[in-house]
């Protein structure tokens, strides 16, 4: 589609021109239902269910307009992935003839077949059923298909009990649990006019692109969407040049489209950039309200993953899809803002709303530093193991990242230098002046996994291929507890007779000192750090079955079912399922492997080995007549070198069988993990090690797979 004058047309009239959003609907339903499902989305109020008939007819009519012929429910299992079952709009009447019907019920709730879908044991077999529930916080939209549209409607997942058994539902659960208790903070601190609290995300998406044919030819991206084996070229990313560096013409192109794509969809895509590694990206949207940014991410990844397919690309959203080379994440930019529009993360020009800004800065301190372990549970996953710690990626240790002028101002309370919150005391410690201070001073600590960033918290830890509900259900649940307790003490001085702002201060000196341990100012990859967190208590669970494990600790259990986010055997489901999948992954990545191996690398390696040897001969042969002498020598060892790392190759492949073997040989989900992590994925890396040394001797024109230089450095 493009304008008279040739040009592509303005975003701001082709945005969300795929959804059904709420201009659409005021235009579309009558006023009073319009009041109402604005009232929903608001305030969570429940839709009416008379007049769920009047939204569906008038979404109905909007989808077939633009060419929809079915509906779906689209909601978030617990696979990581999102799901779909495709209905027809059509239905045959009795008479015989042919209309096209959507009735309210239809719109508010859909039965696909839940057994298929990982419950982690929540389902018993014979009570397979589950549900989906529309959201209507996040608008209906129409997915493109080669034929036709289809309307997608966001849903929750429930089983027939009600236990949630999507991403969804606990992250919808944990936002009203935190708008409940920073209001009660807020009113607390003398804003009556706050009626609700909302969290915001703007989840940073890095990814890959590399070349479709090249891609098809490596197994293990296909399978296991990483390289399982690869030497590193001499330059890999030590020149940093691609960083920033302009984006190539062919890249530009796949970007563009996948613009125009998002922006139909109601998707505010803003930054587009060249990453560190080669051939790596990033895609930043505008931040939006939680709930709807995580369903906008999942769109990113299928909308990217669909425009590089059709560009001649192949998208890699793996946290590590080469060692050696940055790996992915997503960057979780995460806020609160109340129902006046003002960001409660963002210092303020007034002492009293700065006092606001120190009371909820250090009450994320306190959810981060009691709720550490937690927050890496929720972001732990085979891929991210890869990652954290590696390259440029934040460790597996959790700490907060302030920045030395904030830093600086909690020193000054929590030595006691400022106790009042008043106009002349705040102005003597430069907290009056904090909007200028901390504006100057959003510079990055990239090794922090958990960074303030001006009038944000940038989670970078959030592992680029895994949906962003948990990791921010975890952040609002920790967080709502935090602010709970923080309000409880501010209440219990004010009962005493303290006056407010002393009250605070107080509470917020405290504070300061009880979570000073997870403060961090200097280099998370230091091996000093590691040392240090130690002495100071923090968690460092570097493998997701040991991270994992924090989700069984009774302390985890509790906060979850207290703020009614997750109860017991949902919480216990999802343990399940993330032990399941990551046994799966490293499952598949052993088995692709020696797949590899034995089918691909090995036979090359003896075909080399085998002209080698073929070539060696006939120069002894021809040793009397050359009158080659010592010459031969240097090819022997050569012709023995290779020779041996064939044998070790195919010691280790044995070796790595054999502990793919003995993998279910004992059973149940928690064994599996470890001895993936300490049996499995050691095999693994040992069988690598040799294939490449091998791969930086064997003829390149015989190498079986195209290598980093083809897949990282031919544009
Ligand atoms: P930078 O590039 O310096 O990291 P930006 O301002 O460009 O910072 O924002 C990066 C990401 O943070 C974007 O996705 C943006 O939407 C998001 N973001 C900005 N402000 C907020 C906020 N108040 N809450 C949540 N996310 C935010
Ligand atoms: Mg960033």
Redesign the pocket.
């Known amino acids: 589609m493009t304008s008279s004058n040739g040009a592509p047309p303005r975003i701001t009239t082709t945005f969300g021109n795929r959804t059904f959003g709420l201009q659409t609907m005021r235009a579309r339903l009558p006023r009073d239902v319009y009041a109402a499902i604005e009232r929903t989305i608001k305030s969570g109020e429940r839709l009416p269910t008379a007049l769920a008939d009047a939204v569906a007819h008038a979404m109905k009519e909007w989808a077939l307009e633009h060419g929809a012929t079915h509906y779906c429910h689209w909601f978030q299992p617990l696979t990581g992935a999102t799901a779909e079952k495709h209905d027809g709009f059509i239905s045959v009447e009795r008479d015989g003839a042919v209309i096209e019907r959507f009735s309210g019920e239809q719109l508010i709730q859909s039965e696909p077949d839940a057994s298929s879908f990982p419950s982690g044991g929540m389902r018993a077999t014979f009570e397979a059923r589950g549900y989906t529930a529309w959201d209507p916080s996040s608008p209906a939209f129409l997915m493109p298909g080669p034929q036709g549209s289809t309307l997608c409607i966001p849903s929750a997942f429930i089983s027939y009990h009600g236990q949630a058994l999507d991403e969804k539902t606990p992250l919808l659960r944990s936002s009203m649990a935190l708008s409940k208790s920073a209001v009660a903070l807020l009113h607390l601190l003398g804003r009556d006019d706050v009626t609700r609290v909302i969290t915001?995300?703007?989840?940073?998406q890095e990814y890959f692109l590399v070349d479709q044919d090249l891609y098809k030819r490596r197994p293990d991206l296909v399978m296991a969407r990483r390289t399982l084996v690869g030497a590193l070229p001499p330059k890999a990313q030590q020149l940093e040049d691609h960083y920033f560096g302009a984006i190539p013409d062919r890249v530009l192109d796949f970007m563009q489209e996948a613009e125009r794509e998002l922006y139909a969809l109601g998707i505010p895509a803003?930054?587009r950039h060249n990453e560190v590694a080669p051939h790596q990206f990033e895609l930043?949207?505008?931040?939006e309200e939680v709930n709807v940014a995580a369903d906008h991410n999942l769109l990113v990844m299928e909308v990217l993953r669909r425009v590089a397919e059709r560009k001649g690309f192949a998208l890699l959203l793996h946290e590590k899809p080469f060692a050696g080379v940055n790996g992915s994440g997503k960057?979780n930019?995460?806020?609160m803002?109340d129902s006046t529009g003002q960001?409660l993360?963002?210092p303020g020009r007034t002492p009293q709303s700065n006092l606001q800004f120190l009371v909820f800065l250090v009450c994320t301190l306190k959810a981060v530093h009691r709720r550490a372990g937690l927050l890496r549970a929720a972001i732990a996953s085979a891929g991210n193991d890869h990652r954290l710690g590696a390259n440029e990626a934040p460790p597996a240790i959790m700490s907060v990242f302030l920045g030395e002028e904030l830093d600086r101002i909690l020193g000054t309370i929590e030595r006691g230098e400022v106790s009042e919150a008043g106009d002349r005391q705040f102005l003597n410690l430069g907290i009056s002046q904090l909007p200028a201070v901390v504006q100057d001073n959003?510079d990055r600590n990239r090794t922090s996994p958990f960074a303030f960033?001006g009038?944000?918290f940038?989670f970078r830890a959030v592992p680029s291929s895994m949906p962003c509900a948990m990791p921010n259900a975890v952040l609002n649940t920790a967080m709502a507890e935090a602010i709970d307790e923080v309000a409880a003490a501010i209440g219990q001085r004010i009962a005493r007779g303290e006056a407010r702002e002393a009250a605070v201060m107080a509470v917020l000196r405290r504070e300061i000192t009880a979570t000073k341990a997870i403060r961090f100012e200097g280099d998370g990859y230091s091996l000093e750090w590691q040392r240090e967190a130690e002495s100071r208590g923090l968690p460092n669970l570097r493998t997701t079955p040991e991270a994992l494990g924090v989700w069984r600790d009774h302390a985890s259990r509790d906060l979850f079912v207290r703020y009614h986010v997750l109860s017991e055997a949902e919480l216990d489901a999802r343990y399940y399922v993330r032990l399941e999948q990551y046994v799966k992954e490293i499952e598949i990545e052993a088995k692709t492997l020696l797949g590899m191996v034995r089918t691909q690398i090995v036979p090359a390696c003896l075909r080399y080995q085998s002209e080698l040897a073929v070539g060696l001969a006939r120069l002894h042969e021809l040793r009397q007549v050359v009158q080659l002498g010592e010459a031969i020598e240097p090819q022997a060892a050569l012709l023995r070198a290779i020779a041996g790392e064939i044998s070790a190759l195919l010691g280790r492949a044995d070796k790595l069988e054999a502990a793919v073997h003995g993998l279910h040989s004992v059973g149940g989900a928690e064994w599996e993990a470890s001895y993936c992590a300490n049996a499995v994925i050691p095999a693994c890396a040992a069988v690598r090690v040799i294939v490449d040394q091998l791969e930086g001797q064997v003829d390149r024109g015989q190498w079986p797979l195209p290598t980093y230089y083809d897949l990282l450095f031919q544009h």
């Open positions: 915001f995300l703007g989840a940073e803003k930054t930043a949207p505008i931040h960057h930019n995460w806020s803002g960001n993360l963002e959003t960033t009038n944000k940038e």
